[in-house]
Nanobody
């Protein structure tokens, strides 16, 4: 079973940056598509960014395009979310997700993912 652990969340002022990490353990996720989702209080979980198993295909939510960057580590067992120019509306719990999907496909809906991390809080103050 794949276990996912997120880290890197915290409190930052608007305009600042944070880098989230998602470390996979239990088995290699080299053939897994990975994604980031977020959930703000009182709102449904929403898609943020996704990357294919190959790392060659990436997709972003319109709200974060040009500000966030998703990437995979050299071993492919870690996924990062670099978040720049943060806004108060980015405040949420951020979740890492994974699902077996070899190749170049990206998964952009939460129902496509079978493994989830516990989440990390990101708070952006104005």
């Amino acid at each position: 079973q794949v276990q996912l652990v997120e880290s890197g969340g915290g409190l930052v002022q608007a305009g600042g940056s944070l880098r989230l990490s998602c470390a996979a353990s239990g088995r290699t996720v080299i053939n897994y598509a990975m994604g980031w989702f977020r959930q703000a209080p009182g709102k449904e979980r929403e898609f943020v960014a996704a990357i294919s198993a190959s790392g060659g295909s990436i997709n972003y939510a319109d709200s974060v395009k040009g500000r966030f960057t998703i990437s995979r580590g050299n071993t492919k067992n870690t996924v990062y979310l670099q978040m720049n120019s943060l806004k108060p509306e980015d405040t949420a719990v951020y979740y890492c997700a994974a699902n077996y999907a070899p190749g170049t496909g990206v998964l952009v809906t939460s129902s496509q993912y079978g493994r989830w991390g516990q989440g990390t809080q990101v708070t952006v103050s104005s």
